[in-house]
């Protein structure tokens, strides 16, 4: 017999999954209480990690509906929706994206938004990549440091690589000047 669930989330305590359940019964969905899931987690948590979202997978079986009102409630980006709907489709659940006209992303015709949806989300994540590393050489040129600060100061730099030099271990400076043996490392290693 199939069953039709629904999965609401939201990202903090002070919204409310009410919209979302609005518009699953303004799409036609009669769903009762118990089969609605619904969870306050980040959206930038995979769906996988998502306790409630992984109780429902473990309850769904072969022939259920699952219907999302929107295509991030099924994971944090378009590589783990993709997931997400595989592995759907191997346990053969439909699901069901109100924001996509309802569409069966199970479906070939979903399972085709879901590759150009996939293919348009990869080339945004490459333009990123290349505006930052852009972003990155043109503050280098500029004679900007990029990463975090130094912990120590030059003066302090120096100071360790004298004290190395006379034999205190890479421990006791670590300790001395509340830093990480790695730092200290770094120290002794560089040659400014």
């Not at 490459?126 to 050489?137: C, N, P, Y």
Request: net charge positive.
């Amino acid at each position: 017999m199939s069953r039709t669930f629904a999965y609401v989330r939201v990202s903090t305590i002070q919204q409310t999954i009410e919209n979302q359940v609005q518009e699953l019964e303004t799409a036609g969905f009669i769903i009762p209480k118990r089969r609605i899931v619904s969870e306050t987690i980040s959206g930038s948590v995979p769906a996988q990690q998502r306790p409630m979202f992984a109780r429902l997978v473990d309850r769904l079986e072969e022939g259920n509906v699952l219907v999302v009102t929107k295509m991030d409630r099924l994971g944090r980006d378009a590589m783990d929706v993709a997931q997400t709907v595989r592995l759907l489709t191997g346990m053969q659940v439909r699901v069901h994206c109100l924001a996509l006209g309802g569409s069966d992303l199970t479906s070939p015709a979903g399972q085709f938004t879901m590759t150009i949806l996939n293919a348009v989300a990869q080339f945004e994540r490459e333009l990123l990549i290349e505006r930052t590393h852009a972003g990155m050489a043109r503050a280098r040129s500029q004679g900007k440091t990029i990463g975090r600060p130094s912990s120590l100061s030059e003066t302090q730099k120096q100071s360790i690589r004298a004290e190395l030099e006379a034999g205190v271990t890479v421990s006791d400076l670590a300790r001395r000047y509340g830093c990480s043996r790695m730092t200290v490392a770094r120290c002794r290693d560089s040659t400014t």
